[in-house]
C-alpha cells in the first residue's frame, strides 16, 4: 500500500521479498512461538475472563476510540437514529395533546394555533426532528410561540444534537490521529544481526523514517521478554529486561533524520551475554523495541514498536551501507534497507570470549613476567611496565644519573633497569 502511495520504492519491498525467501529455514521446522510484540507493533494478548466490564463503561470515549471503524460507524448511526426517533416521538405526543392533529376542513374555522405547524402524523413529526436536530430549516415546518413546552423541547433537542455531534467529531479525529498512524512510515529492518564492532559482539538492527517531517525528542527502547526462574524456585513467565543503547551520551535519544543503525554492545551484564550461536536458536526470548517521540507536524506523541525473536537475530552478519552523497547532498537508498553481508565472527558467546582472552593474557612464563625491577644504585627496587609479549616497555622514570646523598657529599650512582634475564638476581638481592 504504501508503495502505491508512493512513500516507498516498488524496489525495497522486492528487496524485502527477496530477504523473505533466502532466510534460513531454522525457525519453520518447529511449531512457531507466541511473540508479544507482532512486526506490525500491534500486542499479541488476548485478555479473557473480565468480570469487571463495567469498567469500561466508566471511560466511554477512550473505549469509543479503541473500537473499530465498522462498529464506531455502527454506534454514531444508531445515536443519531434514536435521537431522531425519540424526539419524533414527542413532536408527536405534543401534536396530539394540543389537537393539533385533529382533521379540520379546509373552508370552515381554522381552529387553534397548532404547536407546530404542518405535523399531521407520525412521518411529518419524524421529518421535523430531523430538521431540528440537523438545522436543515426546510421552511415548511416550524415551533409556534402556542406552546412553551414545544419551546423547551426544541432547546433541549438542539443540545443534544451539538452533544452527538461533537462526541462522533472527537472520536473521528482521536481515531485518525493516534499514535500508531504516524508509525506507519517508520520501519524498522526485518532481521537484526548480531556482529563484532570494536572487537566486541554487538547486537544490531536498522530503523527509517520515510516521511520528511522530523520526529522530535525521539527516544528508543530495548526490552528483553524471557522466561526466567528465581532462586527460590518461582517461574516468572514473562521477565522484562532492559538493554542499554549504545550512545557516548549515555541516553536513548537518536535524530532520525536518516535511516540509523541501533546497536547495543554485548558485555558483561547484558543479557544476550551468555548467548552463543546455538544457545540462541534454542533460547526463548523475544526483544521488543519502542520508538516514542512527538511528531512535528501534529505535536502528537507516537510510539512505533516492533519485536525479534531468534528465529530473526542473524550471527555474524551486518547491515550494508546505503547513505551516499550525491550533488552535495546525502541519498538514503531504501532498496538496500534491510540487505546483510556475513562478516567473520566466531561461534562463542561474549562470557566465553572473555573468558578466552583472560585465559590468553593470565597465562604468563613467570610470576613476574610482563614487568621489570629498576634499580637505583645498590639494594633499592622499583618496579617498571613491561608488555605482555615480553618487549620492555619505555621506562616512567627519565634516563638519567640519579643524585644520593651520603654524608655531606653528593655521589652519582647509575640507573639501570633490570629486564626478564636478570629477575633471578634481582630476586636473589630482595632476599639479602
Given at each position: 500500500?504504501?508503495?502505491?502511495?508512493?512513500?516507498?520504492?516498488?524496489?525495497?519491498?522486492?528487496?524485502?521479498?527477496?530477504?523473505?525467501?533466502?532466510?534460513?529455514?531454522?525457525?519453520?521446522?518447529?511449531?512457531?512461538?507466541?511473540?508479544?510484540?507482532?512486526?506490525?507493533?500491534?500486542?499479541?494478548?488476548?485478555?479473557?475472563?473480565?468480570?469487571?466490564?463495567?469498567?469500561?463503561?466508566?471511560?466511554?470515549?477512550?473505549?469509543?476510540?479503541?473500537?473499530?471503524?465498522?462498529?464506531?460507524?455502527?454506534?454514531?448511526?444508531?445515536?443519531?437514529?434514536?435521537?431522531?426517533?425519540?424526539?419524533?416521538?414527542?413532536?408527536?405526543?405534543?401534536?396530539?395533546?394540543?389537537?393539533?392533529?385533529?382533521?379540520?376542513?379546509?373552508?370552515?374555522?381554522?381552529?387553534?394555533?397548532?404547536?407546530?405547524?404542518?405535523?399531521?402524523?407520525?412521518?411529518?413529526?419524524?421529518?421535523?426532528?430531523?430538521?431540528?436536530?440537523?438545522?436543515?430549516?426546510?421552511?415548511?415546518?416550524?415551533?409556534?410561540?402556542?406552546?412553551?413546552?414545544?419551546?423547551?423541547?426544541?432547546?433541549?433537542?438542539?443540545i443534544v444534537g451539538l452533544i452527538i455531534n461533537a462526541?462522533?467529531?472527537?472520536?473521528?479525529?482521536?481515531?485518525?490521529?493516534?499514535?500508531?498512524?504516524?508509525?506507519?512510515?517508520?520501519?524498522?529492518?526485518?532481521?537484526?544481526?548480531?556482529?563484532?564492532?570494536?572487537?566486541?559482539?554487538?547486537?544490531?538492527?536498522?530503523?527509517?523514517?520515510?516521511?520528511?517531517?522530523m520526529i522530535i525528542s525521539a527516544t528508543i527502547q530495548?526490552?528483553?521478554?524471557?522466561?526466567?526462574?528465581?532462586?527460590?524456585?518461582?517461574?516468572?513467565?514473562?521477565?522484562?529486561?532492559?538493554?542499554?543503547?549504545?550512545?557516548?551520551?549515555?541516553?536513548?535519544?537518536?535524530?532520525?533524520?536518516?535511516?540509523?543503525?541501533?546497536?547495543?554492545?554485548?558485555?558483561?551484564?547484558?543479557?544476550?551475554?551468555?548467548?552463543?550461536?546455538?544457545?540462541?536458536?534454542?533460547?526463548?526470548?523475544?526483544?521488543?523495541?519502542?520508538?516514542?517521540?512527538?511528531?512535528?507536524?501534529?505535536?502528537?506523541?507516537?510510539?512505533?514498536?516492533?519485536?525479534?525473536?531468534?528465529?530473526?537475530?542473524?550471527?555474524?552478519?551486518?547491515?550494508?551501507?546505503?547513505?551516499?552523497?550525491?550533488?552535495?547532498?546525502?541519498?538514503?537508498?531504501?532498496?538496500?534497507?534491510?540487505?546483510?553481508?556475513?562478516?567473520?565472527?566466531?561461534?562463542?558467546?561474549?562470557?566465553?570470549?572473555?573468558?578466552?582472552?583472560?585465559?590468553?593474557?593470565?597465562?604468563?612464563?613467570?610470576?613476574?613476567?610482563g614487568w621489570g625491577l629498576v634499580r637505583a644504585g645498590?639494594?633499592?627496587?622499583?618496579?617498571?611496565?613491561?608488555?605482555?609479549?615480553?618487549?620492555?616497555?619505555?621506562?616512567?622514570?627519565?634516563?638519567?644519573?640519579?643524585?644520593?646523598?651520603?654524608?655531606?657529599?653528593?655521589?652519582?650512582?647509575?640507573?639501570?633497569?633490570?629486564?626478564?634475564?636478570?629477575?633471578?638476581?634481582?630476586?636473589?638481592?630482595?632476599?639479602?
Amino acid at each position: 500500500m504504501l508503495a502505491r502511495k508512493g512513500l516507498l520504492p516498488d524496489g525495497f519491498l522486492l528487496t524485502r521479498l527477496a530477504e523473505d525467501r533466502n532466510q534460513p529455514n531454522r525457525g519453520r521446522s518447529r511449531s512457531q512461538r507466541a511473540r508479544f510484540i507482532t512486526k506490525t507493533g500491534s500486542c499479541n494478548v488476548a485478555h479473557k475472563n473480565i468480570r469487571e466490564q463495567g469498567r469500561f463503561l466508566q471511560d466511554v470515549f477512550t473505549t469509543m476510540v479503541d473500537l473499530k471503524w465498522q462498529h464506531s460507524f455502527l454506534i454514531f448511526t444508531s445515536a443519531f437514529l434514536c435521537s431522531w426517533m425519540l424526539f419524533a416521538m414527542i413532536w408527536w405526543l405534543l401534536a396530539f395533546a394540543h389537537g393539533d392533529l385533529e382533521p379540520r376542513d379546509p373552508g370552515g374555522d381554522p381552529g387553534p394555533v397548532p404547536c407546530v405547524t404542518a405535523i399531521h402524523s407520525f412521518t411529518s413529526a419524524f421529518l421535523f426532528s430531523i430538521e431540528v436536530q440537523v438545522t436543515i430549516g426546510f421552511g415548511g415546518r416550524m415551533v409556534t410561540e402556542e406552546c412553551p413546552l414545544a419551546i423547551t423541547v426544541l432547546i433541549i433537542q438542539n443540545i443534544v444534537g451539538l452533544i452527538i455531534n461533537a462526541v462522533m467529531l472527537g472520536c473521528v479525529f482521536m481515531k485518525t490521529a493516534q499514535a500508531n498512524r504516524r508509525a506507519e512510515t517508520l520501519i524498522f529492518s526485518r532481521n537484526a544481526v548480531i556482529a563484532p564492532r570494536n572487537g566486541r559482539p554487538t547486537f544490531m538492527f536498522r530503523v527509517g523514517d520515510l516521511r520528511k517531517s522530523m520526529i522530535i525528542s525521539a527516544t528508543i527502547q530495548l526490552q528483553v521478554i524471557r522466561r526466567t526462574v528465581t532462586a527460590e524456585g518461582e517461574v516468572i513467565p514473562v521477565a522484562q529486561l532492559d538493554i542499554q543503547v549504545e550512545n557516548p551520551l549515555r541516553s536513548n535519544g537518536i535524530f532520525l533524520v536518516s535511516p540509523l543503525v541501533i546497536s547495543h554492545t554485548i558485555e558483561r551484564g547484558s543479557p544476550l551475554y551468555e548467548l552463543s550461536a546455538q544457545a540462541l536458536s534454542a533460547e526463548d526470548l523475544e526483544i521488543i523495541v519502542i520508538l516514542e517521540g512527538v511528531v512535528e507536524t501534529t505535536g502528537i506523541t507516537m510510539q512505533a514498536r516492533t519485536s525479534y525473536t531468534p528465529e530473526e537475530i542473524l550471527w555474524g552478519r551486518r547491515f550494508v551501507s546505503i547513505i551516499s552523497e550525491e550533488d552535495g547532498r546525502y541519498c538514503v537508498d531504501y532498496s538496500k534497507f534491510g540487505n546483510t553481508v556475513p562478516v567473520r565472527m566466531p561461534l562463542l558467546s561474549a562470557k566465553e570470549l572473555d573468558q578466552s582472552r583472560g585465559v590468553e593474557e593470565a597465562s604468563p612464563h613467570s610470576p613476574l613476567q610482563g614487568w621489570g625491577l629498576v634499580r637505583a644504585g645498590r639494594g633499592g627496587f622499583r618496579r617498571g611496565g613491561r608488555t605482555c609479549h615480553g618487549a620492555a616497555a619505555p621506562p616512567w622514570y627519565a634516563q638519567t644519573d640519579g643524585e644520593v646523598e651520603g654524608k655531606g657529599q653528593k655521589k652519582k650512582v647509575q640507573l639501570e633497569v633490570i629486564g626478564q634475564q636478570n629477575d633471578e638476581d634481582g630476586l636473589g638481592e630482595m632476599s639479602e
